[in-house]
């Protein structure tokens, strides 16, 4: 599939504080198989130096997306960033990684065929490797391939990883984030998924998902 025949897929990387990580997290947007994404990066007001690390990286994120926008402001939270971002996007698809997170760099090409299969799925999610801070791996997580509806979540308490997101763009706009949830991709999926529906849990690995010192 050409780029020229490829949905746009919005990757959006909130970041705060993250200097010893961002660069790895947005070489790995670089790294993508896939051809046609726009990137947005908003650092929230970060008291290290994140700022300087992304701009080290602004040509080469200029020549790799089709579109390329990064802004820095006053702290104002993860929710409020997300939004802001949301405003911003002009993608099919959404995508947000935390800026301490990577991708595996087959993510969007494996999750654009997977849609096409399931074309009603609200979300996709998926497997993540755990690493550490210095980027040592520490094992697997998440399940074998499930369609999971609201029950599931809510009731028989099922797990997703933020790191493997990935929405339907307008879907996930009418929504929003909810300031004040420290779980807002959540609050996310719970309502998406209030008047029906189903996400997919692949058995595919889509991210690196990081422990380190200051994980919330």
Same mark, same amino acid.
């Given at each position: 599939?050409?780029? &020229?025949?490829?949905?746009?897929? /919005? ?14 997290? =947005? ?6 198989? *896939? ?6 990066? =908003? +650092? ?11 701009? &080290? ?5 200029? %020549?790799?997306? #089709? ?10 939270? !993860?929710? /409020? #960033? ?13 995508? %947000? ?6 991708? =595996? ?6 999750? =654009?065929?997977?849609? /096409?299969?399931?074309? +009603? %799925? ?15 791996? !520490? ?24 790191? #493997?997101?990935? @929405? ?12 004040? @949830?420290?779980?807002?991709?959540? *609050?996310?999926? !719970?309502?998406?998924? %209030? ?15 990081? @422990?380190? #010192?200051?994980?919330?």
């Amino acid at each position: 599939m050409s780029q &020229e025949s490829q949905p746009l897929v /919005s990757i959006v990387i909130p970041c705060y504080n993250h200097a010893e990580f961002v660069q790895d997290c =947005i070489r790995s947007v670089i790294d993508q198989t *896939y051809q046609n994404i726009e990137l947005i990066i =908003i +650092d929230d007001g970060s008291n290290d130096n994140s700022v300087e690390k992304i701009q &080290e990286l602004f040509n080469q994120c200029k %020549a790799r997306f #089709t579109r390329f926008e990064f802004r820095y402001r006053p702290n104002s939270g !993860l929710s /409020s #960033t997300l939004n802001e971002a949301l405003g911003w996007c002009r993608g099919e698809f959404f995508s %947000a990684i935390a800026s301490d997170d990577k991708l =595996i760099e087959t993510k969007i090409v494996t999750q =654009i065929k997977l849609f /096409s299969d399931f074309p +009603d %799925a609200k979300a996709i999610f998926g497997k993540v490797n755990l690493i550490d801070e210095n980027n040592n791996f !520490l094992g697997v997580a998440g399940s074998g391939f499930k369609k999971m509806d609201f029950d599931d979540f809510f009731l028989r308490n099922e797990t997703v990883y933020a790191p #493997t997101q990935f @929405f339907k763009l307008q879907c996930i706009k009418s929504i929003g984030y909810k300031n004040g @949830f420290i779980l807002e991709d959540c *609050y996310i999926l !719970l309502k998406f998924l %209030a008047d029906g529906g189903y996400v997919i849990q692949s058995d595919d690995i889509y991210s690196f998902y990081r @422990f380190h #010192t200051n994980n919330t």
